[in-house]
């Protein structure tokens, strides 16, 4: 009987032994679960917190700017004056589908010329005579035969001069777009002469005919702010342009859009224009277009030509050629002598706008 109860007061202890090492493993067990789970928890968060610090820091990745739209140096109520216009498709071009700021011009304050007659101009591009008869149809006025360099001279088809007295017709705007002397000249040079003598010579002759008034004011360029405050600046140049590569200008996307502006200011009427389009590439840029308008040489003393009267470059722009549906350059020599334009072929094209300076008496 004692050895009995002794063996199962051993069983008990040892059964609660057990139980309590048991117990003890699973509160240990339940510990370090726990202990493990606040770690991962907590290397989580800083992760969390490391990646949202590193967002945070990151420099952000630029907008995607829109493209600022093109230029349109017209308006409406301009009397413009279109030069060496070719097969008259430029002509067409602003009446056929012209930007909506040019919807409303009316044909009669458009007078396009070519320097060949009539029929030479049929000859030379064959789709000029269909594009005259749509002028026609819409009265614009076509001229044929107009010297780009005497256009002030008596007895010019222009018909600048109306009886006695002096000129009676002026032009808000002159547009020669891709003048050339067309003479063929192959020595680089003499090439580079000919041609700088035709645009001093057109400027001479422009100053005539270009309306007077107060000096033309562009509008501002508007300067928008990027995230990060990144000043961007409008398409135009101002007037210390010269035939340099132009800025690539964007706007922010995020900006609201705002109305492009079409042209110089109208109200009161202000000083005319000359509108002046190249290839801002070589052979074009040895010309230095904007150098000889400001700056004129003067003539030979041999010769009896009036001296260039010095312009003021007002801006310059890119010229896009697509904005103008239907529009294609042609070149002086003609479609049948493959003139189809494509000198200078990968250039950008652009406008120099240029009014005159007032000399000593007029101020």
């Known amino acids: 009987m004692g050895k009995s109860s002794k063996k199962s007061s051993l069983k008990t202890t040892l059964l609660a032994q057990q139980s309590r090492l048991k117990g003890n493993q699973k509160a240990q067990q339940a510990a370090e679960q726990a202990a493990q789970h606040q770690k991962h928890k907590k290397n989580a968060g800083g992760a969390r917190d490391k990646a949202t610090l590193a967002s945070s820091t990151a420099p952000k990745k630029p907008t995607q700017a829109k493209p600022r739209a093109p230029t349109v140096p017209l ?15 430029f002509a067409c071009a602003l009446f056929r589908s012209p930007p909506a700021s040019l919807k409303s011009l009316p044909p009669p304050n458009v007078t396009a010329t070519a320097y060949d007659s009539e029929e030479e101009c049929y000859s030379k591009y064959p ?10 149809e819409k009265c614009v006025e076509v001229v044929f035969g107009v010297d780009a360099t005497r256009m002030e001279e008596r007895g010019q088809p222009l018909g600048v001069w109306k009886g006695k007295g002096k000129a009676t017709r002026k032009w808000d705007k002159i547009v020669w777009n891709f003048p050339h002397a ?10 580079v002469l000919s041609n700088q003598r035709l645009i001093l010579d057109f400027l001479r002759s422009s100053s005539s005919v270009l309306e007077k008034g107060p000096i033309p004011v562009a509008m501002a360029p508007r300067v928008r702010k990027k ?11 101002d007037e210390d342009d010269d035939m340099a590569e132009p800025p690539l200008d964007e706007l922010d996307e995020d900006a609201p859009p705002e109305p492009i502006m079409s042209a110089l200011t109208t109200a009161p009427k202000t000083r005319g224009t000359v509108l002046i389009t190249l290839r801002n590439q070589i052979p074009y840029t040895t010309w230095n277009v904007p150098r000889l308008a400001k700056h004129p040489p003067p003539p030979p003393p041999s010769t009896s030509i009036k001296p260039t009267p010095p312009y003021v470059l007002l801006r310059s722009f ?8 239907g529009y294609e350059h042609r070149m002086t020599k003609g479609e049948r002598k493959g003139g189809l334009g494509k000198t200078g072929a990968g250039g950008e094209d652009r406008t120099w706008e240029f009014y005159l300076k007032d000399r000593p008496e007029d101020e």
């Open 227 to 237: 995230k990060g405050d990144e000043e961007v600046e409008a398409e135009e140049d």
């Open 75 to 89: 308006t409406p109520a301009d009397r413009i004056l279109l030069i060496g216009e070719g097969n008259f498709s």
């Open 318 to 325: 890119a010229f896009h050629r697509d904005m103008w549906e």
């Open 182 to 191: 067309g003479k063929g000249i192959t020595d680089q040079d003499r090439n």
């Open 127 to 136: 789709d000029a005579y269909a594009n005259v008869t749509f002028l026609r």
